[in-house]
């Protein structure tokens, strides 16, 4: 057996597989323990003889096909991950198997260019000046934006935080972090910001949440005030966050008159865009992170909605030098770091990882497939979808919406208690004929839908709805 037959097995079997799925004819999701999987996979067999190939590797992934959840299932309204653009799966698949770093150009040489290339286009479509290829570095002096492609936007978070920190605690490098460093959140933000400020060693009583609004949108008024008694108390705040939409509801956060607050106070300013900033690429939506330009750093998911496999993340600055300096390790690893007389460059000073895989490939075979037009096309169409089924959801007796959709998210409950809307999604996802979440908002639980998928029609909705109001019904009347 070959890699080529090998591999026209496994576009046979997932050409096969995405037919049924796209056509709804299997479970949205196929939940079994793990022990079962692990069984009926066989592993341990071939894990003792090998021979994963040709008929075998055939017959493995019928089983294992069995027990994937379906990203291009029209019923899946689930987390943000996207249904990729098959031209992504090629690029991972090209990549995988070269297996070129891009963190060392020598390592990767295309994979770092189309980095490169990727970074510029992000930045161009933010407002900020591009990096200048080598070429143009003797003409080009004055300050312009950067990026690293990273593994997702948590750590693209985390990032833009280090840097952050390098900016208003120098030494921090040497002493480690001053004792009274602050991270100023809104109330509704990622965990991955809480996270990344207990990696940085800020205990939770650094973060300060900022008040919000009733769709969870930060205050702007609110922000001068809290911050001065911040201040008052000798702390010193790193940075503050807003969302570029948050991701319970979606809401996209007035980046403009914080942008303002943050200038006038020198204070880092970070856009958590990781779910929402693609609507940078839409004329129709962009205008939603108005202001963005303003920013010091922002978080930008290609892997929700640029139709790109996981992981692939941009964290963007607005200024290089801030990049550059961000990480301050002077350790001796003179077999990457030594000077050399070289082309292209190394972006490995600049991440956390070390050995990072070409990231850039993932979204760059969806550009070069769909073009510009064809992306903004589709995040359109999913913020249109949304709006709609907010439409038809907001009036269908019993339902009610929290917040007015902003992008491709939509939270909603059915009269009941919290307890309700979880056991109905317990309920939907035990029998995998959809794929939904539930998210706490202002105390109380909702069910979320995110519409990731071009196959998912209002028609999809209605039959949501009236499989929630049976399932409700049932409930109620098995408790009563
Ligand atoms: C999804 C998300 C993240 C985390 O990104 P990952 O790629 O899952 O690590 C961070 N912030 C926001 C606002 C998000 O929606």
Same mark, same amino acid.
């Given at each position: 057996m070959s890699f080529k037959s090998d591999i026209q097995i496994a576009v046979n079997a997932l050409e096969r597989f995405n037919k049924a799925v796209v056509e709804g004819e299997i479970k949205v999701i196929n939940q079994e323990k793990p022990v079962d999987i692990i069984q009926s996979l066989k592993l341990d067999h071939f894990t003792a003889k090998g021979g994963l190939t040709g008929n075998a590797l055939k017959e493995f992934l019928e089983q294992y096909f069995n027990y994937v959840t379906s990203l291009?299932?029209?019923?899946?309204?689930?987390?943000?991950?996207a249904p990729p653009y098959y031209s992504s799966a090629l690029g991972t698949l090209i990549n995988g198997f070269l297996?070129?770093?891009?963190?060392i150009y020598e390592m990767g040489p295309a994979s770092a260019s189309l980095e490169h290339y990727i970074i510029n286009w992000m930045l161009e479509k933010v407002g900020w000046p591009i990096a200048p290829l080598e070429a143009d570095l003797e003409t080009y002096k004055s300050p312009h934006g950067a990026g690293i492609l990273v593994n997702g936007g948590s750590i693209a978070n985390l990032t833009a935080l280090i840097i952050a920190r390098t900016q208003i605690a120098p030494g921090v490098w040497k002493n +480690?972090?001053? @004792?009274n460093l602050g991270l100023l959140l809104p109330a509704q933000s990622h965990y991955s910001l809480a996270k990344a400020a207990g990696i940085l060693g800020?205990?939770?009583?650094s973060v300060h949440l900022l008040d919000v609004d009733s769709d969870g949108r930060l205050i702007p008024d609110k922000i001068v005030g809290r911050f001065k008694r911040i201040i008052d108390k000798g702390l010193l705040p790193m940075a503050l966050v807003a969302n570029a939409c948050s991701t319970s509801v979606g809401i996209y956060d007035p980046l403009d008159e914080i942008a303002e607050f943050c200038t006038t106070n020198n204070l880092w300013f970070h856009v958590? +865009?990781?779910? @929402?900033?693609?609507?940078?690429?839409?004329e129709t939506h962009k205008g939603l992170l108005k202001g963005v330009e303003k920013a010091d750093s922002l978080t930008w998911d290609a892997h929700k909605l640029l139709q790109t496999s996981s992981l692939c993340a941009a964290l963007l600055v607005k200024n290089h030098v801030h990049l550059n300096d961000g990480f301050q390790i002077h350790h001796d690893a003179s077999y990457i770091f030594h000077k050399k007389d070289q082309l292209g460059f190394d972006t490995i000073h600049n991440t956390i990882e070390t050995t990072k895989s070409g990231l850039g490939e993932k979204l760059f075979f969806v550009m070069g497939a769909l073009g510009e037009s064809g992306m903004a096309q589709y995040v359109d169409k999913q913020y249109k979808i949304t709006k709609e089924a907010y439409k038809y959801v907001s009036n269908c007796s019993e339902f009610e919406c929290p917040v007015l959709p902003e992008s491709n998210i939509l939270c909603f409950r059915i009269a009941g208690q919290d307890e309700l809307q979880i056991a109905i999604r317990n309920e939907l996802i035990s029998e995998g004929r959809f794929y939904i979440t539930t998210v706490k908002f202002k105390e109380r639980q909702y069910l979320r839908l995110v519409f990731m998928n071009q196959n998912t029609s209002l028609k999809t909705i209605k039959e949501l709805i009236s499989e929630i109001r049976r399932i409700g019904k049932f409930l109620r009347s098995a408790k009563s």
């Open positions: 291009h299932h029209p019923k899946y309204l689930g987390h943000q991950c297996n070129n770093v891009s963190s +480690g972090n001053p @004792g800020l205990g939770a009583n958590d +865009g990781a779910h @929402g900033a693609s609507a940078l690429i839409s």
